[in-house]
T-cell receptor, first 116, second 111 residues
Framework: DAGVTQSPTHLIKTRGQHVTLRCSPI?????VSWYQQVLGQGPQFIFQ???????GRGNFPDRFSARQFPNYSSELNVNALLLGDSALYLC???????????????FGPGTRLTVL | KQEVTQIPAALSVPEGENLVLNCSFT??????LQWFRQDPGKGLTSLLL?????REQTSGRLNASLDKSSGRSTLYIAASQPGDSATYLC??????????FGKGTKLTVNP
């Protein structure tokens, strides 16, 4: 079975541009979360979606937005890119419904975003 | 606000040594605690998940313990191997699916 997939693998943008990152969860998983990991730091929670509804949002500016589609895949959008947005963006999926779970979350390989 | 701290930030050991990684968290009202492994530039691989009602979990050469009242967890790796070299991340889950991570411990096992 395929795990969590993310695209693209790498991305280079310039300041002020917009970027869209994509994530496909494990088949049967309806919950998707996004995390930002700056070099040398642990991942920071950005969003969580379940059944196309936002169930959680981290401390990120409104330049960050996301959505989930009927097939449970998800997009993370970042507008007006800043140098500080350079990071590894991780997507995770789970079978839980926005609540704490005894099941682990499964992470994708990430998208490496570089902002010049 | 939950904060997770991992000590040490980096650790270098010779092959075959037993080692302990430490994780502490400030809010004991957690649902579970997880240990992840991350290879350079890669995603996260779940190693062990301990529910708040449990004291420890074991998988092969790995053993994780949880003391919720004191806000501490340890990851014990027995007979370390060069293939264990990676960054190990501790994360706690509270009242939602959100995970709060520490900064990780970078482990190097020398042949």
């Amino acid at each position: 079975d395929a795990g969590v997939t993310q695209s693209p693998t790498h991305l280079i943008k310039t300041r002020g541009q917009h970027v869209t990152l994509r994530c496909s969860p494990i088949s049967g998983h309806k919950s998707v979360s996004w995390y930002q990991q700056v070099l040398g730091q642990g991942p920071q929670f950005i969003f969580q979606y379940y059944e196309k509804e936002e169930r959680g949002r981290g401390n990120f500016p409104d330049r960050f937005s996301a959505r989930q589609f009927p097939n449970y895949s998800s997009e993370l959008n970042v507008n007006a890119l800043l140098l500080g947005d350079s990071a590894l963006y991780l997507c995770a999926s789970s079978s839980a419904g926005g609540r704490p779970t005894t099941d682990t979350q499964y992470f994708g390989p990430g998208t490496r975003l570089t902002v010049l | 606000k939950q904060e997770v701290t991992q000590i040490p930030a980096a650790l270098s050991v010779p092959e075959g040594e037993n080692l302990v990684l430490n994780c502490s968290f400030t809010d004991s009202a957690i649902y579970n605690l997880q240990w992840f492994r991350q290879d350079p530039g890669k995603g996260l691989t779940s190693l062990l998940l301990i529910q708040s009602s449990q004291r420890e979990q074991t998988s092969g050469r790995l053993n994780a313990s949880l003391d919720k009242s004191s806000g501490r967890s340890t990851l014990y790796i027995a007979a370390s191997q060069p293939g264990d070299s990676a960054t190990y991340l501790c994360a706690v889950q509270g009242g939602s699916e959100k995970l709060v991570f520490g900064k990780g411990t970078k482990l190097t096992v020398n042949p």
